[in-house]
């Protein structure tokens, strides 16, 4: 399957600070990206489709603002986590659909565990 | 707003037991169904499905989907401690959006 790389795996950061994350499709391009958060015990949710050239598109009850997109190359999106706050602290996901082959199928990064102080 | 409701959501098996996962979902923009596997950390891709009655099969796992009644299911036959996970199932519309269902623990004791 497809690779699909983040950076960093984990950071610890005091609370107001910003963090970016990167997601990276290693050995395919990908003019769509979608990044999802994690709690605990709980599943994916989506949080917003990074296109790749324009901006992003944010589900409901996602602050833009907030977390900031940006997907500047077919092969790199970025999530920056604004004043983040305790409450951000989450399990960051990228995904990335690869058009090769018979079947488009979305591939996921190994995630970010982010850790707010 | 789409919704994927996974069955049961945790279950406790011996090794060498069959399990099968439910998955049932509502239909707006369909584009295809999508299961993974979740250990400790991000998914990993099982099957993609997009056309009913058409079985996927990789190894003891397996996978159907009926376009009819909504729903899917995953098999895994002689199950192995490695199997012990979280198994999700997720609802792909246009636009490449994924929903995702709850998830279905599962335990595979020795």
């Known amino acids: 399957g497809a690779v699909v790389s983040q950076h960093p795996s984990r950071v610890i950061c005091k609370s107001g600070t910003s963090v970016k994350i990167e997601c990276r499709s290693l050995?395919?391009?990908?003019?769509?990206m979608f990044w999802y958060r994690q709690f605990p015990k709980q599943s994916l949710m989506l949080m917003a489709t990074s296109n790749e050239g324009s901006k992003a598109t944010y589900e409901q009850g996602v602050e833009k603002d907030k977390f900031l997109i940006n997907h500047a190359s077919l092969t790199l999106s970025t999530l920056t986590v604004t004043s983040a706050h305790p409450e951000d602290s989450s399990f960051y996901i990228c995904?990335?659909?690869?058009?090769?082959?018979?079947?488009?199928?979305?591939?996921f990064g190994p995630g970010t565990r982010l850790l707010v102080l | 707003e789409d919704k994927v409701v996974q069955s049961p959501l945790s279950l406790v098996v011996h090794e060498g037991d069959t399990v099968t996962l439910n998955c049932s979902y509502e239909v707006t923009n369909f584009r295809s169904l999508l299961w993974y596997k979740q250990e400790k950390k991000a998914p990993t891709f099982l099957f993609m499905l997009?056309?009913?009655?058409i079985e996927k099969k990789s190894g003891r796992l397996s996978s159907i989907l009926d376009k009819k009644e909504l729903f899917s299911i995953l098999n895994i036959t002689a199950t192995q401690t490695g199997d012990s996970a979280v198994y999700l199932c997720?609802?792909?519309?246009?636009?490449?959006?994924?929903?995702f269902g709850e998830g279905t623990q599962l335990t595979v004791n020795p």
């Open positions: 050995d395919f391009q990908a003019t769509t």
């Open positions: 997720g609802e792909e519309t246009s636009g490449s959006r994924l929903t």
């Open positions: 995904s990335a659909r690869d058009y090769r082959g018979l079947g488009a199928t979305q591939y």
């Open positions: 997009t056309s009913s009655g």
